[in-house]
């Protein structure tokens, strides 16, 4: 059996040195593309498992349709008792409120619009709550109390082409929740027009107006 000398034995060497450095490296980088791709793949499939959670419990992207003023309207007061109470998830007000102010932007006439004349999901929000559109202020479960002082003032209202008299008391105090948060608060109205549209849109909006 002949050795190897020389030269040639040095190139063989050479070229089998090269060959298992060839294959062992090779193993190694696939391997470690493997496991870059699986952890990848593993990210991928949490991200979209979060996704579909967050949208099941939080993204619920709510329909809301518009309905103009109309008398059939104060006919729903049963309904309107019974106060719907899905306005208070703060993911459906923050597609309210928004969506009455442009609204009120759009009736430039309009003073007052209420929660029930949004359907939310084809279905109409009978919650006591209304956009003052003079103030762009959002308004929800009011309670009007009679101050000890003397008076009474005369209120023209209406809704729709429905208009009615209201002799209100002229002295009283208005709590309840406003803005998109719904902040407590007491309030005594400072002007014969506040202190009727405050009265007026909580009766409406409660389905009492037209007791």
């Not at 060497?13 to 870059?36: A, E």
């Amino acid at each position: 059996m002949k050795s190897c000398k020389g030269k040639c034995c040095a190139r063989k060497d050479i070229v089998t040195n090269l060959l298992k450095s060839d294959m062992f490296g090779s193993t190694k980088i696939k391997v470690k593309d493997l496991k870059l791709k699986t952890c990848l793949a593993s990210l991928g499939v949490l991200f979209m498992v979060l996704t579909a959670l967050y949208f099941l419990f939080y993204g619920h992207a709510y329909e809301l349709e518009f309905r103009f003023p109309d008398e059939s309207h104060l006919k729903e007061a049963p309904r309107l008792r019974s106060e719907d109470g899905r306005i208070l998830d703060p993911v459906l007000r923050d597609a309210v409120v928004p969506f009455l102010k442009e609204q009120c932007d759009t009736m430039e006439d309009a003073d007052i619009l209420f929660c029930f004349q949004l359907s939310v999901d084809a279905r109409p929000l009978y919650s006591p709550c209304f956009m003052d559109c003079k103030e762009k202020e959002f308004y929800y479960d009011l309670t009007t109390m009679e101050t000890d002082e003397p008076g009474r003032i005369t209120c023209i209202e209406s809704y729709s082409t429905l208009e009615i008299k209201k002799i209100r008391p002229a002295r009283v105090a208005i709590k309840g929740f406003k803005g998109i948060d719904l902040d407590e608060f007491v309030v005594v109205p400072d002007s014969i027009f506040k202190n009727c549209l405050l009265q007026h849109a909580d009766e409406v909006s409660r389905g009492k107006w037209l007791k």
